[in-house]
């Protein structure tokens, strides 16, 4: 059964991209009994020789090759299994803590800070020289309870200040030098809609907050990476004006913004060509990075789900990509653990390793991909 605290948002999704709710859970299982793609290769290939011998690249090879942050988010938790360990190092060049960096998880109280989780994942970057990027400073979505209670009662806008000054501060600097990019505001807009988001921070501060936000992050760490991050833009042509007119604001307000993540959570399985490329290309032509930040691509009824997964798979890095996008990081990479079984409900398979860690085609299309953008092609 699905946690109750997010069918609210995936029902509200599923209208926008038209799906009836059932049909969410209707293709349970049917990736499961699909086939999975010939193993990548395993051996350890300089840069070079995977440059002219692209067969014998690690995926992580391929992306290092190609100049592209290949990312996933990782669990503390699951760090102790080799099977996890062996296919993320082979695989990725990045990685992102998938909730131990949330406030409500770092620090749940005024006076508790539970660094360890996310201590142990960042110095498991340090010692397999993974990049990592910081999810998430600012994030208040009131179902999924991001933002710990302790903050959301105070109502005070010089006491709020005070707390996220302190927060954030206290984040980036135990941090500093290890984590080179961060999400700074986690989902500024409206789920479903393209108003500014009225979360509680925007109750409290205003809708500069988002500003606000930048310019605190930036002097806690003037070295870092600040990126905004949205989701649920891939279905909503009125979402992705907002998002594009946000930035704009915020490059034209002079405010220190580096980049914009586009989640890609695809929960139709699909999305209609060309959409991530225009959105990419807007972006870009206001100055700033773009990256695909949590991508999953939930298997659909398709006869042959795989093989229509692999092709959005690639669809989407080609987009990506194609304009000039250098980061694609995907919300997980086994079958095996994925917030998809909890948000739509089990077997919808989004991932590009299958839950005993063979790879899918969905890996082969990540790694055509990069293979044909090497040396920034
Ligand atoms: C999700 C995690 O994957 C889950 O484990 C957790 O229970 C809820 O959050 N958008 C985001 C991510 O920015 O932080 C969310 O991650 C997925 C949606």
Not at 108 to 136: E, S
Not at 216 to 245: M, S
Not at 246 to 270: C, F, W
Request: aromatic share 6%; with cysteine; net charge negative.
């Amino acid at each position: 059964m699905r946690p109750r605290r997010f069918v609210a948002i995936a029902s509200a999704l599923a209208a926008v991209v038209g799906l009836a709710a059932a049909s969410l859970a209707a293709c349970s299982g049917a990736a499961e009994t699909g086939r999975v793609a010939p193993p990548a290769s395993q051996t350890t290939t300089t840069r070079a020789s995977c440059t002219h011998r692209p067969d014998a690249c690690t995926t992580r090879q391929a992306a290092d090759a190609a100049g592209v942050t290949l990312g996933t988010a990782v669990a503390a938790s699951h760090l102790d299994q080799a099977d996890y360990r062996r296919t993320l190092l082979e695989t990725f060049n990045s990685i992102t803590p998938e909730n131990e960096l949330k406030w409500s998880s770092i620090h749940p109280t005024p006076d508790t800070w539970n660094f360890g989780p996310a201590d142990q994942i960042v110095d498991f970057a340090q010692a397999n020289d993974l990049q990592v990027k910081g999810h998430n400073l600012i994030w208040d979505q009131k179902v999924i309870g991001s933002t710990p209670d302790w903050v959301l009662r105070i109502d005070d806008p010089a006491e709020l200040r005070r707390v996220i000054r302190d927060h954030i501060t206290t984040v980036m600097h135990r941090y500093r030098g290890k984590v080179d990019r961060w999400d700074v505001v986690n989902e500024p807009l409206d789920t479903v809609g393209s108003g500014l988001y009225d979360n509680h921070f925007r109750h409290v501060l205003g809708d500069d907050y988002v500003a606000e936000m930048f310019r605190i992050a930036h002097e806690a760490d003037p070295e870092a990476h600040l990126f905004l991050n949205e989701a649920a833009v891939e279905y909503q042509p009125a979402k992705a004006g907002a998002l594009i007119a946000l930035v704009k604001r915020l490059v034209d307000e002079g405010t220190p913004i580096d980049g914009v993540g586009v989640q890609g959570h695809l929960i139709s399985g699909s999305v209609e060509p060309g959409v991530l490329r225009t959105l990419f290309d807007e972006l870009r032509s206001l100055g700033v990075a773009v990256a695909i930040t949590e991508l999953d691509i939930p298997t659909s009824s398709d006869a042959r789900p795989l093989d229509a997964q692999a092709t959005v798979y690639g669809q989407v890095l080609a987009e990506c990509l194609d304009a000039s996008c250098r980061e694609v990081t995907t919300w997980g990479f086994t079958d095996r653990y994925t917030w998809i079984d909890d948000f739509l409900g089990p077997g919808r398979a989004p991932l590009p390793f299958d839950r005993s860690y063979r790879p899918k085609s969905a890996l082969n299309a990540i790694r055509d991909e990069l293979l044909l953008h090497q040396n920034g092609n």
